[in-house]
């Protein structure tokens, strides 16, 4: 007797209904696009953050203060006028003949204030090769005298919340291009030294001193004649005029940026050229090693370039070309670049180029006048990736351009911006400051041709 098995039928599955379904859709792409902005968010916070950093005298303080003078409009008011009064240029300021700079603050203590010592330093920008650029101090040309005090009463609370009166006293200086120095040069900063006993603490002053040192005896002002501008960006204004050669006094900055400005274009001629050629050769040619030639393509994109440094630096030795811009330019690795050439030629519909040939066109031809005008998103993004790859490039500039200083990368020179330009501990906010400038350039490639990076057969809808 045969066996009988009951099998039990599963339910059919229902069908969502088309509102459910859709609400599942928008919320997964809700969800998709939180998620990015979420990103974009915390690194865009990174990168205002950084940028922050690179206006700050210190950017290595602690804690790290939010809002601070550079960013603070009642600063940049406060600066203007100083800078007008010390040279008459609200926007960038200086220490010019006919100065006459009124500079107030006010101390507060529970006793008696006594006048704070005032001076005018003979204060370098910094240490190393910036130092050595000095050649007028303010100190050998300005001259300051106390103007006049007030003094005033003000209510604070203590830890335990008692209140209590303290006494405050606001001190105004005058400091003032010396009258027996009327061809005097006209001069960048004016440092400022305050030095107080340590009972008494500073409560106001039109921009913010610089350093505390002495457990807060002492408050230094590198400048305080620096003009809104000057102010806000002196960093970035240190990076031009303080990285310069000692003997021609040439802007060493700008000759990075113009020398990595070079290589990267040469690069990328180079990388189309080859990339293009190679591309559409393994793309449309069938002889014979061709899957061979292709394989040992891939695998050399898995080749460091270090690898290849002794080799590479020895050719180069002997052909004259180190501490050249040209060996920079051709020491490349074109692999990434030849493969998404094949790929995007290999997609491209041989029946056109069939056609042209037909009408008698040569195969140069049809590569040149069809094929190459159509891969124009290809190229762009090629174009793109070794430009990027050029200017950012640290180790082979490194090895193969050592001399003189103004024939670096900005990619090194930044390097040596903490080596000879910032002194032993390193100056961060010149470090900064350069590493933002370098960015400049690539952001405005990214800008001008983010909207052509997608390729025009998609976007005009055409299949």
């Known amino acids: ?226 003009g809104a501008l000057g102010l806000i960006f002196n960093n970035y204004r240190r990076v031009i005029n303080e990285t310069a050669d000692l003997q021609t006094g040439k802007s060493l900055f700008g000759s990075w940026l113009v020398n990595s400005l070079a290589i990267a274009t040469g690069r990328l001629v180079l990388t189309l050229v080859v990339a293009s050629l190679a591309g559409y050769a393994l793309a449309r040619f069938k002889f014979r090693g061709s899957r061979l030639l292709f394989a040992a393509l891939i695998f050399s994109m898995t080749i460091p370039a270090q690898v290849t440094f002794v080799s590479n630096y020895l050719i180069f030795r002997d052909l004259s070309l180190l501490n050249t811009p040209w060996s920079v330019i051709v020491v490349f690795v074109a692999s990434a670049n030849v493969l998404l050439m094949k790929q995007f030629f290999e997609g491209f519909p041989r029946e056109i180029e069939e056609a042209a040939i037909v009408d008698g066109a040569n195969r140069f031809q049809v590569f040149w006048k069809i094929v190459l005008p159509n891969a124009k998103p290809a190229l762009l993004v090629n174009a793109i990736l070794a430009f990027q790859g050029a200017w950012n490039d640290f180790f082979w500039p490194l090895v193969l351009i050592t001399s003189p200083p103004e024939a670096l990368t900005v990619q090194v020179g930044l390097l040596s911006l903490r080596r000879s330009f910032g002194g032993v501990q390193g100056d961060w906010g010149l470090v900064l400051a350069g590493a933002f400038l370098s960015v400049v350039p690539v952001l405005i490639l990214f800008v001008l041709f983010q909207r052509h990076i997608v390729p025009t057969q998609f976007t005009k809808g055409v299949t």
């Not at 003078?69 to 009064?85: C, K, S, T, V």
């Not at 230094?220 to 004649?225: F, K, L, V």
């Open 1 to 226: 007797m045969a066996r009988m098995t009951a099998v039990t039928a599963s339910p059919p599955r229902r069908r969502l209904p088309v509102v459910a379904l859709r609400r599942r859709q928008l919320a997964a792409r809700a969800w998709l696009y939180m998620t990015f902005l979420a990103v974009a968010t915390i690194m865009g916070g990174m990168f205002v953050l950084a940028f922050m950093a690179s206006l700050k005298v210190d950017p290595l303080e602690r804690p790290f203060r939010i809002y601070f003078d550079q960013i603070n409009p009642a600063a940049w008011i406060a600066a203007a006028r100083l800078g007008h009064e010390g040279a008459g240029d609200a926007l960038w300021g200086g220490f010019s003949y006919g100065a006459k700079v009124e500079f107030s603050v006010t101390y507060a203590a529970v006793a008696d204030i006594v006048e704070p010592k005032a001076e005018i330093p003979r204060r370098r920008p910094g240490s190393g090769i910036a130092a050595a650029l000095m050649r007028d101090y303010a100190a050998d040309y300005a001259s300051i005298a106390l103007k006049s005090s007030s003094s005033a009463k003000m209510e604070v609370h203590d830890e335990s919340g008692i209140r209590r009166v303290w006494q405050t006293r606001t001190f105004v200086y005058e400091i003032a291009y010396r009258t027996d120095r009327r061809n005097g040069p006209r001069i960048e900063r004016t440092p400022l030294n305050l030095t107080a006993p340590p009972s008494q603490t500073l409560i106001d002053s039109p921009i913010s001193p610089s350093r505390s040192e002495r457990r807060g005896r002492l408050l230094s002002w590198d400048n305080i004649t620096p």
